[in-house]
């Protein structure tokens, strides 16, 4: 069965520190999607990055950075410079393929950046 | 481009009585999800529409929930004599048809029930 844990229930970091938010995963499939979901305060899930099994690289997209580790079974996140705008509440998701039907959430890492 | 919208965003009631949530899905996505959120917690998938056929169901799904999708395009979520633990956030998602798209959520409706 498909299970994500993030172990991080809150981190605290103040403006401009790089955090890094942890997600492992368990899965049976050898093809599977990862994702990284941000909401927050306003409640609306914003989708931030899929990744399949197959594409181990590395993703930067701005301050956003992703580093998928099979050999772990992890997809951590790391935010660079922080800002009091990404205080939320960071998901990462795991699906197997196909299709996305049953995408399976991890419990949540709350960020707090103090400015 | 209008995102997933829903509908009400908040809605109180007495135990023991039907609710109804609607969902209106982006408008070229074939797919329809809906979730449930407690607090502190991820979503939990409940079930999905490909296109207005329910494909999938899980087994938080309860014979007090149903869910329809009748033309294919917006979806009504209904439960039935509701209980306290009812109490959470409905999440609805779309995306297109196949493996290779992400979910997108709109807003959900917070229910209470007292």
């Known amino acids: 069965a498909q299970k994500v844990t993030q172990a991080q229930t809150e981190i605290s970091v103040v403006e401009k520190e790089d955090v890094t938010l942890d997600c492992v995963y368990e899965?049976?499939?050898?093809?599977?999607?990862l994702f990284w979901y941000k909401q927050p305060p306003s409640g609306e899930l914003v989708f931030l990055i899929r990744r399949n099994s197959f594409d181990e690289q590395n993703e930067i997209s701005g301050r956003y950075s992703w580093n998928f580790q099979k050999s772990t079974s992890s997809f951590n996140f790391t935010i660079t410079a922080s800002q009091v705008v990404d205080s939320a509440v960071y998901f990462c998701a795991l699906s197997e393929a196909p299709g996305n039907n049953d995408m399976r959430f991890g419990a949540g890492t709350r960020l707090t950046v103090k400015p | 481009d209008t995102g997933v919208s829903q509908d009400p965003r908040h809605k109180i009631t007495k135990r023991g009585q039907n609710v109804t949530f609607r969902c209106d899905p982006i408008s070229e996505h074939n797919r329809l999800y809906w979730y449930r959120q407690t607090l502190g917690q991820g979503p939990e998938f409940l079930t999905y529409f490909q296109n207005e056929a329910q494909l999938e169901k899980s087994r938080l799904l309860s014979d007090r929930f149903s869910a329809e999708r009748p033309k294919g395009s917006f979806s009504t979520l209904e439960i039935q004599r509701t209980e306290q633990g009812d109490s959470a956030m409905y999440l609805c998602?779309?995306?297109?048809?196949?493996?290779?798209?992400?979910?997108?959520f709109g807003p959900g409706t917070r229910l209470t029930v007292t």
């Open positions: 899965t049976r499939d050898t093809t599977y999607y």
């Open positions: 998602a779309s995306s297109p048809s196949g493996q290779d798209y992400e979910q997108y």
